[in-house]
């Protein structure tokens, strides 16, 4: 798989942080330390991404 950027916007709450990517619907996760969320949205784009790829679906952007 080739190297892809995609945006991700980070939020603090009261209880951790929140990260999501626009580019890509539903692709969303939260936990209690940056460090976590970096992580975990790192991880959520890359399995969205395998999952479409396995599928042989279209990513949809927005």
Request: hydrophobic share 35%; charged share 25%.
């Amino acid at each position: 798989m080739k190297n892809q950027m995609f945006s991700v916007i980070i939020e603090k709450d009261a209880t951790g942080y929140l990260a999501f990517c626009p580019e890509l619907q539903g692709c969303s996760t939260q936990a209690e330390t940056y460090e976590e969320v970096i992580d975990d949205i790192t991880e959520a784009i890359r399995q969205h991404v395998e999952g479409v790829t396995v599928y042989n679906e279209d990513i949809v952007l927005h």
